[in-house]
């Protein structure tokens, strides 16, 4: 089944969190972005392709959601435009969120069965248009930067945040870990419990003391452009396991 790809507008970092861990539970949506203002949901909205949009109604610095939901309506008229779900505490925008289209309203707090029935109303309407690849929405100063998925060496949690290293540099996420392997799927690795690798660009993996690091980069020749990371032990002989299992020429274990 064709998941939905989601957008979470919400200022409050807990609460945005929260919203995208339930939205990834349901295994029926994958969110491609989570944002905190209305200026970045429609960056993101312009960059890459979204079916549905969760959008909390007071944001800081006095901004609306709605102002977003009412000028993405506006800008096309014919429809070609994701859904709406307002993801609020409050019941009084309901009657301008209802004229504009919004197809629900979510009560904080949320709950899993509540967005779970939301995703399966939305999916009821018929399956959502493809276009391009799953791409990670990260953060550079004041700017959004979009990243294709051959660009990314590993995902990194540090210190209650999360990065992003890439061909690119190293950038912010607004996603946990765990939302992001559940978005990626078999396609990144968690090797330990602060980092998840993009295995297909796994080019080493050292041992030394009782120590497994795996270097994950474009080539072994500049290891300025590449990652050292760190492979906790319990998870050693996986890791290993998983490289091996799509690899040849090796004579016996070592």
């Known amino acids: ?80 435009r994701p859904v709406f779900v307002l993801a609020t505490a409050f019941w009084q925008h309901a009657k301008k969120a209802w004229d504009l289209g919004v197809v629900d309203y979510l009560l904080k707090p949320f709950s899993e069965e509540r967005v779970e029935q939301c995703l399966r109303r939305i999916l009821s309407r018929g399956p959502p248009p493809r276009s391009g690849a799953l791409r990670v929405v990260a953060r550079h100063k004041r700017s959004l930067v979009f990243l294709d998925p051959a660009d990314i060496w590993a995902f990194e949690a540090s210190d209650r945040l999360s990065y992003v290293h890439s061909r690119l540099g190293k950038f912010d996420v607004d996603l946990s870990l765990a939302s992001i392997e559940a978005s990626f799927g078999r396609s990144l690795m968690r090797v330990h419990r602060n980092w998840l690798v993009n295995l297909d660009l796994a080019k080493a993996l050292e041992r030394e003391d009782g120590e497994t690091t795996l270097f994950v980069g474009p080539s072994l020749g500049d290891e300025s452009q590449g990652l050292h990371i760190p492979v906790s032990r319990d998870r050693a002989a996986e890791v290993r396991a998983a490289l091996l299992a799509n690899a040849t020429g090796l004579r016996h274990s070592s």
Do not use: K
């Open 1 to 80: 089944m064709t998941r939905l790809r989601a957008l979470v507008l919400e200022d409050e970092w807990p609460a945005r969190n929260y919203l995208v861990q339930l939205i990834e539970a349901t295994q029926l949506a994958e969110v491609v972005g989570a944002v905190a203002s209305v200026g970045e949901a429609r960056e993101v909205l312009a960059g890459l392709a979204v079916d549905v949009v969760f959008v909390d109604v007071q944001l800081c610095g006095g901004e609306n959601g709605l102002d977003l939901v009412e000028s993405t309506v506006v800008a096309h008229p014919d429809g070609a």
